[in-house]
């Protein structure tokens, strides 16, 4: 292996529920896998593993936590696939990412917890080189043939969430100013698939090939 070998990038999709991210994650990765690019895809919560299964029983209410105790195993389910997820980036494979950190905080700010709260223990993670936030308002989102039956699959939980949303998608692209790395695009998710796939198709690109720099750190 030749030490200018490249990492692969790491991509994060986000968005409100329904707003297409797991239709538009699976395209992509369909299309990076025609071109043999390395691709692996990543989701959370990842409900596979012994926190994952928790999380899965609280999300369909078969179990009741306490706001802070899920938010911390939502973080910890991230941190249980922090190494792994390096290591894939290190062997040259992109991440596409279903939700992440973003997702973490939105969702339990929503619900009163203070913002810095619940940033903390997420800082330090493997931060993403792409965040592609998948903009929809929840009116236009519920026309899609409703909410599921899951918790925080509300039209009053998913107004606050995008408020959220909103905030982090500020203070993230102030911080990529700085920085120049985690760059924040919004995506109109309320156009037609195929132009939702084309947006990010454009935004995507110039990161397949990979990228030299190291492996950044969330938040620091
Ligand atoms: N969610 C997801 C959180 O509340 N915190 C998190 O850290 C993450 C990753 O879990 F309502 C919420 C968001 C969503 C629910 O996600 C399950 P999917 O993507 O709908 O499976
Ligand atoms: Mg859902």
Not at 38 to 64: C, W
Not at 96 to 119: M, Q, T, V
Not at 137 to 160: D, F, M, V
Request: overall charge negative; glycine content about 6%; charged content about 30%.
């Amino acid at each position: 292996m030749s030490s200018s070998k490249k990492r692969g990038a790491f991509i994060v999709i986000e968005g409100l529920d329904r707003s297409g991210k797991s239709t538009q994650a699976a395209t992509l990765v369909e299309r990076l896998q025609a071109k043999h690019i390395a691709v692996q895809l990543q989701k959370f919560p990842d409900r596979t593993t012994t926190i994952g299964r928790m999380i899965d029983s609280y999300l369909r209410s078969e179990s009741d936590l306490d706001d802070h105790t899920i938010h911390l195993l939502f973080s910890a389910n991230r941190w249980e696939l922090a190494t792994s997820i390096e290591e894939t980036l290190n062997a040259g494979t992109i991440i596409l990412c279903d939700r992440y950190a973003f997702s973490g905080i939105a969702f339990s700010a929503s619900k009163g917890l203070p913002f810095e709260w619940c940033r903390a223990p997420d800082v330090s993670l493997p931060a993403p080189d792409l965040i592609l936030f998948l903009d929809i308002t929840p009116e236009k989102a519920k026309e899609r043939g409703g909410y599921g039956e899951e918790r925080y699959e509300k039209e009053e939980t998913q107004r606050k969430v995008r408020q959220i949303f909103g905030r982090m998608a500020e203070e993230t692209a102030a911080q990529y100013e700085k920085s120049n790395h985690g760059r924040w695009v919004t995506i109109d998710a309320s156009q037609s698939l195929e132009a939702v796939t084309a947006d990010i198709w454009k935004v995507v690109e110039p990161f397949v090939e990979g990228l030299s720099g190291p492996i950044h750190r969330l938040w620091e």
